[in-house]
């Protein structure tokens, strides 16, 4: 069986990987509600500086079981309201962030322009980007690029890119597919110039590391000097997490090894030689974490009498996203992802 396999080659942690004090449990007894991974976890706490990660994960080698029915990055379907969208998209890029090769007139229609004011809106639209600016150079390196959706985009924007990641199914949608220029396997084992990019994004990457001061050393090895650190990670003090605990999405036990706090994911930056360019949390995730969160705790209760109504569970999901953009406003740490920026 596989777990069984998985259990050989388990590696048991009760120090912080971060402050390396000891840690005290959190939850135990967790299931894989989302990808059915057989097996029983536990994830511990710091009581120093409140770092969450797996009390006992699989070395690195047999880390790939975990992912047999996993998904990369989906190819979102395009809907009606997608001609829209690709035009406010594109008149956000060029006005917010300096890529006038989008520019179009018909693109800057006054119901276009509206759209635009709409911080909620605007929000998701700009993290389709990472939020980067055509000002920060040429070179881009996706570090668990899956099947390069984003890195293409960020071609058709002007980027030189390039990407690596371990799953060999995306690599090769991404070669096949894009006609990007990828790499398979873990980043260290790459031999990637140093100083060589001006920037490195890690998009729900760095919470897969059992490691992630060693990731981010490499990061910043091929990093050239004023390069950008890029990363988006799940936030253990979101206000999902504290509404649906043990059950919240973004636990994704058994394949997020490490869940950091704006703190912690600072610190362990800066011990990586990291200067914090700018750091703050996002809801544009709240939505889907909020019913992905509410289906894992109806799931995990296999109560035939608790049933959920789709259309009240669909307005819940955005009254809670409003909900948390508002209370983010003025806590900035509730967002459901944390989104970091560090210059080497």
Request: with cysteine; aromatic share 12%; hydrophobic share 35%.
């Amino acid at each position: 069986m596989l777990i069984d396999t998985i259990r050989e080659r388990m590696i048991t942690n009760m120090i912080c990987p971060i402050c390396k004090n000891m840690g005290a449990s959190l939850y135990e007894k967790l299931s894989d509600h989302t990808f059915g991974t057989e097996g029983i976890w536990d994830l511990n706490i710091c009581i120093h500086c409140h770092h969450v990660w797996l009390r006992t994960i699989p070395n690195r080698t047999h880390i790939m079981p975990l992912y047999k029915d996993y998904y990369t990055h989906v190819l979102t379907k395009s809907g009606v309201s997608s001609y829209l969208l690709n035009e406010l998209e594109d008149h956000i890029y060029c006005n917010h962030y300096g890529y006038t090769s989008v520019y179009s007139y018909y693109k800057h229609h006054r119901i276009i322009r509206y759209l635009a004011t709409i911080e909620i809106l605007r929000e998701v639209i700009e993290y389709k980007i990472m939020k980067i600016p055509r000002s920060w150079g040429t070179r881009l390196l996706d570090i668990g690029c899956g099947n390069g959706v984003f890195i293409s985009k960020m071609q058709s924007l002007g980027w030189y890119v390039e990407g690596t990641d371990i799953d060999l199914a995306s690599i090769e949608y991404a070669r096949n597919i894009f006609k990007l220029n990828v790499h398979y396997g873990e980043i260290h084992d790459l031999s990637i110039r140093s100083n060589s990019f001006d920037i490195i994004t890690l998009n729900h990457v760095i919470e897969h590391i059992d490691n992630p001061s060693v990731l981010l050393s490499e990061c910043y090895r091929i990093l050239k000097p004023g390069g950008k650190l890029v990363l988006l990670t799940p936030n253990i003090e979101s206000l999902g997490s504290k509404i649906f605990k043990q059950y919240w999405r973004g636990l994704e036990i058994p394949r997020h090894f490490n869940l950091f706090t704006m703190d912690t994911l600072i610190k362990t930056c800066i011990l990586t030689g990291f200067r914090t360019h700018s750091v703050t949390t996002t809801a544009r995730m709240a939505r889907h974490l909020y019913r992905e969160s509410l289906k894992i705790y109806v799931k995990s209760k296999r109560s035939s009498n608790m049933i959920t109504i789709e259309p009240i569970e669909k307005l819940s999901s955005y009254l809670f996203q409003i909900f948390e953009w508002v209370i983010n406003k003025v806590k900035r740490s509730m967002g459901e992802e944390i989104f970091y920026i560090g210059t080497k």
